[in-house]
């Protein structure tokens, strides 16, 4: 079984300033796909990014970019130019791939990143 | 395009009450997950449905706990004699169902066992 892992339970950055949330994953398949989704106060479950185990490029969403080693089972993602509305939890997924197109996903246990003003 | 549906957004049951949720996938859709987040957790897969089909329901509790999703009508995640640990935030999310299609979240249910 899939399994991920966020060891920062909290973090926290001045306005402006970059931050990185890290996710580590472990898995025995070589297809899979990774994502970071952001759950903000309401609670609703936003889809930050999403990155093909098969891609070597980093994806990269506006100020959003992930560091993705394979080899590493890492999962990283970065925000650029913190703002206050990026004040959330965020969770790192992990989904496999070529099962016909779906699967559960399975969720580490999340970062509170706090925006300091 | 509306996104994910899913009603009530708030429920409150008493122990040994049925609780039921739904959910209505975004347009197009036709696959559906349910998953359960526990306070200061991290969500949980519970069941994967495709139309009339139940798919994978690993991450289901054996008892009390059972999902649908109907060729007509909106997915159905149902609770039986619920009890105070089944009280969470489930969601549910859709996806077109391609290998690379990414899962869409709704809003939640805040389910709160009394």
């Known amino acids: 079984a899939q399994t991920v892992t966020q060891s920062q339970p909290e973090m926290s950055v001045q306005e402006a300033e970059t931050v990185t949330l890290s996710c580590t994953y472990d898995?025995?398949?070589?297809?899979?796909?990774l994502f970071w989704y952001k759950q903000p106060p309401s609670r609703q479950m936003i889809l930050v990014i999403r990155q093909e185990a098969y891609k070597q490029q980093n994806a990269t969403e506006n100020r959003f970019s992930v560091n993705f080693q394979k080899a590493a089972k890492s999962f990283s993602l970065k925000i650029s130019d913190s703002q206050l509305g990026d004040a959330a939890m965020y969770f790192c997924a992990y989904r496999s791939a070529g099962r016909g197109g779906a699967d559960g996903l399975t969720f580490g246990k999340g970062t509170h990143l706090i925006i300091q003003p | 395009n509306a996104g994910v549906m899913q009603n009530p957004r708030h429920l409150v049951r008493r122990r040994g009450q049925e609780a039921r949720l739904r959910c209505s996938p975004m347009?197009?859709?036709?696959?559906v997950y349910w998953y359960r987040q526990l306070p200061e957790e991290g969500l949980k897969f519970m069941v994967y449905l495709q139309k009339e089909n139940i798919i994978d329901e690993s991450g289901m509790p054996k008892e009390r706990f059972s999902a649908e999703f109907p060729k007509e009508g909106p997915s159905i995640l149902r609770i039986q004699q619920v009890v105070r640990g089944d009280s969470a935030a489930y969601f549910c999310?859709?996806?077109?169902?391609?290998?690379?299609?990414?899962?869409?979240f709704g809003p939640g249910t805040r389910l709160l066992v009394l």
């Open positions: 347009k197009g859709h036709s696959h």
């Open positions: 898995t025995s398949e070589s297809d899979y796909y």
């Open positions: 999310a859709s996806s077109l169902g391609t290998d690379q299609e990414t899962q869409y």
